[in-house]
């Protein structure tokens, strides 16, 4: 079954098309690291869209020789207003990002600086198998 899942995976990726997935696929990021990095992605873009100002802006930063990839989501500040799915969920239906990236992340913070916000994680990006070194 371990080839079904992973099949099912390259095909949801197919269907998704992000350009972020690309370039992971491009740089030879292992797909376990792909994974994650959609994860984290996916918590940190939410939580722009729902608690902050446009614009938001996806950042990634090819592992180098630290052997990490570096994610950041930037965005204008904190909203006036909640967004609509924030507003219609339950207290415990949210708030549960920090604790979802933590486990997968090296680290991860907040920089704020005057007119934006950039959450960012930092996970450890191992090679595709068929890599060398």
């Known amino acids: 079954m371990p080839q079904q899942r992973g099949a099912q995976r390259v095909r949801d990726r197919a269907q998704i098309g992000t350009p972020g997935i690309r370039v992971l696929d491009g ?37 180098g020789n630290d052997g990490v990839l570096r994610i950041e989501v930037g965005d204008g500040g904190p909203a006036d207003h909640e967004g609509a799915w924030t507003t219609s969920c ?16 090296c680290a991860h913070g907040t920089r704020v600086l005057a007119h934006t916000v ?16």
């Open 27 to 63: 740089w030879d990021v292992a797909e376990e690291t792909i994974d994650q990095a959609l994860l984290v992605v996916s918590e940190l873009v939410t939580n722009a869209v729902e608690h902050a100002r446009p614009p938001v802006a996806l950042h990634l930063q090819r592992p």
């Open 90 to 105: 339950a207290p415990e239906e949210r708030g549960r990002g920090r604790g979802i990236i933590a486990p997968m992340a």
């Open 118 to 133: 950039t959450h960012w994680a930092v996970l450890p990006a191992a090679a595709s198998r068929g890599s060398p070194g």
